[in-house]
């Protein structure tokens, strides 16, 4: 069990860790260039996607942070109320990031490819630096939930080893 609480650190902390360099990666870029004497300035506000996913990826890697203390004030606890709202909580993490990575790769997509229905360029010819560092933010995001999906792994392990294999919902006996 041991073993298993040192990975669900380790993996928290890498979490945590992906989850801050994706936000700094998409929170300082911007690029400046002059197209056709006009001054034009891209961020990572224009595309409303991005700007939800760096909301989603400080909240979450707080939310990490917090379960890194309570976990290391309540290590030996092992009450099931806590351990099935550490499992949703984990569950309802992926399934965020997840979607706000998935929106903004789409979001990012358009961007790359340009639209001539919706009269949107195509940024990434002019604004190079700017894909890019938003590109390997979004690849981050991806490594990001995948590493939280095996944490819901461990979350959810960790809350079904307390009951009985032979009565439905009922607790390990402590004897």
């Keep these: 069990m041991v073993r298993l609480r040192e990975t669900e650190v380790i993996l928290r902390l890498c979490i945590v860790f992906l989850l801050i360099l994706t936000s700094i990666l998409i929170g300082l870029d911007s690029q400046t260039k002059d197209i056709a004497y006009i001054h034009k300035k891209v961020t990572f ?3 409303f996607a991005l700007e939800v996913e760096l909301y989603i990826n400080v909240v979450v890697a707080a939310y990490n942070i917090a379960q890194l203390g309570f976990g290391w004030y309540g290590a030996a606890q092992k009450a ?3 351990k099935w709202l550490s499992y949703l909580l984990d569950q309802t993490a992926v399934y965020v990031v997840f ?3 998935s929106a903004a790769a ?3 997509l358009l961007v790359v490819t340009g639209s001539k229905e919706l009269q949107w360029m195509k940024w990434c010819y002019k604004f190079t630096r700017f894909c890019f ?3 390997s933010a979004i690849i981050l995001n991806y490594i990001a939930a995948v590493l939280m999906i095996i944490l819901s ?3 959810a392990f960790s809350l079904f080893r307390l009951y009985s294999p032979k009565r439905y919902f009922h607790l390990k006996s402590s004897t």
Excluded: D, E, K, T
Aim: proline content about 0%; hydrophobic content about 35%; overall charge positive.
């Design 133 to 135: 560092q938003i590109g």
């Design 45 to 47: 506000r224009y595309l």
């Design 80 to 82: 099931s109320n806590s």
């Design 153 to 155: 792994f461990i979350s």
């Design 106 to 108: 789409q979001h990012s």
């Design 99 to 101: 979607a706000g990575a």
